[in-house]
């Protein structure tokens, strides 16, 4: 089945890391720009980053009060996003999606993943 699944999300203390996944199934994700999205408990969902099928990264928000960087393993079939100094404002589910060869506002995402929850607190 086509589909995109999300992993790595967990419990971390502020100030902490992680490392998520987005894997695909059934389709190569080569040929796809793959975006990040998170929403937070009772808010809306906001872009995080996009990665382009030539490895172009746009970064939609500065929200986040760590860093992060997105990254492609096509080898592995999977897109990275790894968040650094983590805080509790970063709470949210993470979702992966994907649109046809390049991040734009206006192409359609063809796939979505269930997300992946990253909790940040004390």
């Known amino acids: 089945q086509v589909q995109l699944v999300e992993s790595g999300g967990g419990f971390v203390q502020p100030g902490g890391s992680l490392r998520l996944s987005c894997t695909a199934s059934?389709?190569?994700?080569?040929?796809?720009?793959i975006t990040w999205f998170r929403q937070a408990p009772g808010k809306g969902r906001e872009r995080v980053s996009c990665i382009s099928s030539t490895d172009g990264v746009t970064n939609y928000t500065d929200s986040m009060k760590g860093p992060f960087t997105i990254s492609r393993d096509n080898a592995k079939n999977t897109v990275y996003l790894e968040l650094n100094g983590l805080q509790p404002e970063d709470t949210g589910a993470y979702y992966c999606t994907a649109q046809h060869y390049y991040c734009s506002d206006y192409g359609t995402y063809v796939y979505w993943g269930q997300g992946t929850q990253v909790t940040v607190s004390s």
């Open positions: 059934a389709f190569t994700l080569d040929r796809y720009a």
